[in-house]
């Protein structure tokens, strides 16, 4: 199976489109985390167009939302596929990060 690469860029609302497994994290974590963490972020990520999230996407997504929050940022999910859904409900992502049906509760959720 091919790997698609992930993209996203940042301002309030960005996307990641492909796979969340090792090379696709080990491809963006740096800049991710670079782009959010020093600015203390308030950011909401769209993932819609990620088809698989592996344990190190997990773990980049706890680790950012962790240094964040020490710096009063906030890191949303939003409308992941039902694949990605069920990986974050196993893990019980939501009790760490929030996770939302859709882009206006994701934005509601990260003014809050």
């Not at 993209?7 to 497994?21: A, E, I, M, Q, Y």
């Amino acid at each position: 199976m091919t790997n698609r690469s992930i993209g996203f860029c940042v301002r309030n609302r960005s996307s990641l489109v492909g796979r969340l497994d090792t090379p696709g994290v080990a491809g963006i974590e740096l800049r991710f985390t670079a782009t959010l963490v020093p600015r203390a972020a308030r950011a909401v990520i769209d993932m819609s167009e990620v088809e698989f999230i592996g344990s190190m996407g997990i773990r980049m997504f706890i680790s950012v939302a962790r240094a964040l929050s020490k710096k009063q940022g906030r890191l949303v999910l939003y409308k992941p596929q039902p694949m990605v859904e069920e990986v974050f409900n196993t893990v019980a992502l939501g009790k760490i990060i929030s996770v939302q049906p859709d882009a206006a509760s994701a934005l509601a959720s990260v003014r809050a």
